[in-house]
């Protein structure tokens, strides 16, 4: 699976997708992972990638011209890619989605926003789907287009080093993980559940699902209805 990245801040997305798990996965070619500088294609001796709004308002607005060239490149060497556009308006990024683009293999180019946003061209008549990653606002998708790589990396394949850690993970069965515990059994009078320690896996087992439950009626009771 290839992912494109096209930002005007690529450090923003090589320093956490060039480290950790992502880092090996990458290493392995299991996932190809590939940022690019928007500014190499835009033209001029300035490189300018960004104009104010037609109509008058605050901030700036990200051109076309170098936007469509950056991806008709990529697909001239990748081949058939999907464009996604990081976006505060965009689907909210979810388990779901992610496994979606995790299973489909699909190559895949990130479009990350800066200023105010992009040319509506370009949403138009390129960007086949628009992500957010939650309701909030950031500085630039930079930030959005690396929180989404990992989201879909990590469910590739030989990218974590348990395969069923993706399989348990919070949102993996519509519910939250439960509480994890760890050396030592007893810290400041704080114990271990003693049924972690009984070796009894089925009851385990059932205390687990109970208590993933009791957190998601807790903190996300949205995700039962």
Known sequence: MRIDILTLFPAICEGPLGESMLKRAREKGLIDIRIHNLRQWAAGKHAITDDSPYGGGQGMVMKCEPIFAAVEAIRADAGPSRVLYLSPSGRPLSHAIASGYAAS?????????????????????????????????????AIAAAVFVDAVARLIPGVLGDENSAAEDSFAQGLLEGPQYTRPIDFRGWRVPEILLSGNHAQIAQWRAAQSLEKTQKVRPDLLD
């Open 105 to 141: 293999q699909q190559n895949l180019i990130l479009l990350c926003g800066h200023y105010e946003g992009v040319d509506h061209r370009v949403i138009e008549h390129l960007v086949n789907e628009e992500i957010s990653i939650g309701d909030y606002v950031l500085t630039n998708g």
